[in-house]
């Protein structure tokens, strides 16, 4: 398997909002929320006073009495905002609790802001990325995440329950709003790459989940071993390159391929060419930590487990699932 280096930003951008690389700052990791409407101006006041961490903040807190529908959690303290505009084509940075405010009370569809938070309770800061989606997309996800078993309501949980469960019907739908989802992100960018790209978000359904698949076999190897079973084994190597643009970003040349071998990666039977087609063997440490746990409560013993594996195989092949659950 190789991992290439070169400037693929877009492709990045889309692959981690489809995959789920869980992006963090130093403070730790991003929490995705996906929300249908504004927060309630009711909710937010603004905030003056002395931070947990010693600092003197005009910011602006969400009430604590605040019926939590989905947003924000009630009492925290909100001391940033970075918001994108898909549709309007515009990035703010608020600098002040008037700014942070008028963004948080007017989000459209396709919105996306990044908020960093402080809980006065347990005095630790937390980053959330809110993006604004269709109610039908928010009740199918909901839906899918409300079973209350080992999965949970995570990116990554509610679709490895649907491959648990054979639901290719609901997979499928929820591919092609995550790869309008994916390019929405993009912000600005969104409109030109559909312009330029019309073919990006028919690659990204045709990719079939690769890259969640890839991170799963990956995971499942090094959290619960081959549970006595056939594995797969790849070389890893990353191959580096230099590309050389002019001061208009075309394209110049670039050097000779550098390929440097990595040793090799094991994962579960038949995972092998899902891995060789993303060429990534990288997993984010929310991914690690997420799928790792599921795969905790479901052990090697576990027959969902198995059921879930074939069912992943046959989805990547479009194939008919496996296994289907009758609830």
Not at 138 to 154: C, K, M
Not at 182 to 198: D, H, T, W, Y
Request: overall charge neutral; glycine content about 10%.
């Amino acid at each position: 398997m190789l991992r290439g280096s070169g400037v693929k930003i877009v492709a990045f951008l889309l692959w981690a909002s489809l995959c789920g690389t869980g992006e963090a700052r130093a403070q730790g990791e991003v929490t995705e929320l996906e929300i249908v409407k504004a927060l309630n101006p009711s909710s937010l006041s603004p905030f003056k006073g002395v931070l947990p961490d010693g600092r003197f903040r005009f910011a602006v807190k969400v009430d604590p009495d605040h019926a939590n529908d989905g947003n924000l959690p009630p009492g925290v303290i909100v001391t940033f905002a970075h918001f994108i505009s898909a549709d309007k084509g515009r990035i703010i940075r608020t600098e002040g609790p008037a700014q942070i405010i008028e963004l948080l009370t007017h989000l459209s569809e396709g919105d996306v802001i990044s908020v960093v938070t402080v809980d006065p309770a347990s005095k630790k800061q937390k980053e959330y990325k809110l993006k604004v989606v269709s109610r039908e997309r928010a009740e199918l996800v909901a839906a899918l995440g409300a079973s209350g078993d080992v999965f949970g309501s995570s990116l990554w949980g509610v679709r490895m329950r649907m491959f648990s469960k054979g639901q290719f019907g609901a997979l499928n739908e929820l591919l092609k709003q995550d790869a309008r989802v994916g390019i929405g992100e993009l912000g600005p960018l969104a409109p030109l790459v559909r312009e330029f790209m019309p073919g990006l978000e028919k690659q990204l359904i045709e990719a079939r989940y690769a890259g969640l698949l890839s991170m799963y076999g990956i995971t499942r190897l090094s959290v619960l071993g081959d549970c006595g079973e056939p594995t797969d084994t790849l070389n890893n190597a990353t191959i580096s390159w230099t590309e050389y643009r002019n001061g208009l970003g075309q394209f110049q040349g670039s050097t000779t391929p550098v390929k440097t071998p990595k040793g090799t990666i094991e994962v579960p039977y038949g995972f092998a060419p899902i891995l060789e087609k993303t060429n990534d063997s990288d997993v984010s440490r929310q991914a690690a930590n997420t799928i790792g746990a599921i795969l905790i409560d479901l052990g090697c013993e576990s027959d969902t487990r198995r059921m879930m594996e074939r069912n992943m195989l046959a989805f990547w092949w479009r194939k008919s699932p496996v296994f289907v659950s009758k609830d």
